[in-house]
């Protein structure tokens, strides 16, 4: 008899952006992105953090100030659609932690992703994430709100030999 305790799709592909976002060297904020296709498979992932070849030794993690991170870090969505290195991304799925902002929005579209789901939208009134909100549904993005059944995940790295 198989198991019936297993995650669904969603608590799966939202599980791979969380663990992205963990990579995020960004002290206040972690995002992360998992992009997949209408089998299910996923194509790739992304989170928050400076270029490649930027040190995140020496560029600002500062939220204020003259000197802060935003005008150098790279988003989880737009980090996930670069990583794909060419592949199509037409009509597939992007899992994300937070609602996207307008810049990942427009990147989005772009690159016909055809389904954002996202777990937090605590930006929702920031003229940003509207522009977000009013774009993505123009370009015909479907938008869907996740409500886990469940709270967490636990990973357990000892395995039985």
């Known amino acids: ?11 799966y592909f939202m599980g791979v952006a969380l663990l992205a976002a963990n990579r995020s060297k960004d002290p206040n904020t972690q995002v992360g992105a998992c992009i997949v296709d209408q089998n299910n498979v996923i194509l790739t992932t992304g989170y928050n953090g400076f270029p490649i070849g930027c040190s995140d030794d020496e560029f600002p993690w500062d939220r204020e100030g003259d000197n802060t991170k935003y005008p150098f870090v790279v988003h989880a969505e737009l980090n996930a659609i ?30 016909g992703i055809g389904e954002v789901v996202y777990l937090s939208d ?8 509207k522009a977000s909100k009013l774009m993505l549904t123009a370009a015909g993005v479907k938008l869907t709100r996740f409500y886990p059944d469940i709270d967490s995940l636990t990973l357990n790295f000892k395995v039985d030999k």
């Open 82 to 111: 670069l990583n794909a290195s060419g592949k199509s991304l037409r009509g597939s799925r992007l899992y994300v932690a937070l609602f996207p902002c307008n810049e990942c929005a427009k990147a989005i579209i772009q690159a």
């Open 1 to 11: 008899m198989k198991r019936t305790d297993y995650i669904s799709w969603d608590e």
């Open 122 to 129: 605590k930006y929702a009134d920031t003229p940003a994430t």
